[in-house]
Nanobody, 124 residues
Framework: QVQLVESGGRLVQAGGSLRLSCAVSEGTINTYAMGWFRQAPGRGRVFVASIIWSAGRTYYADSVKDRFTISKDNDKNTVYLQMNSLKPEDMALYYC?????????????????WGQGTQVTVSS
């Protein structure tokens, strides 16, 4: 069974950078895609970025396009989210997710495995 553990969340000033990590406990042999979602207080969980494991093809929400980069390290069984030019609106609890299902990767219900989240706080 796939288990995900996020790390790297912390307080950072607006305009700064941060890299989140998500370690996969049992490898990615059956993983089709992994993604990052975020949830701000009082708001719903929204898509941030995703990556198709085998092909390396990536997808981004318009709000983070050109600022965030999702990547993976096959040897470390880890996916990353590099966040640059952070804005106050990026402040949220960030979740890592994985899916074994082929298809869309931009919706919460596309995924069947979730981490517990890591908090990103952006100050002005």
């Amino acid at each position: 069974q796939v288990q995900l553990v996020e790390s790297g969340g912390r307080l950072v000033q607006a305009g700064g950078s941060l890299r989140l990590s998500c370690a996969v406990s049992e490898g990615t042999i059956n993983t089709y895609a992994m993604g990052w979602f975020r949830q701000a207080p009082g708001r719903g969980r929204v898509f941030v970025a995703s990556i198709i494991w085998s092909a390396g093809r990536t997808y981004y929400a318009d709000s983070v396009k050109d600022r965030f980069t999702i990547s993976k390290d096959n040897d470390k069984n880890t996916v990353y989210l590099q966040m640059n030019s952070l804005k106050p609106e990026d402040m949220a609890l960030y979740y890592c997710a994985a899916t074994t299902r082929v298809g869309s990767t931009t919706r919460s219900f596309d995924y069947n495995y979730w981490g517990q989240g890591t908090q990103v706080t952006v100050s002005s």
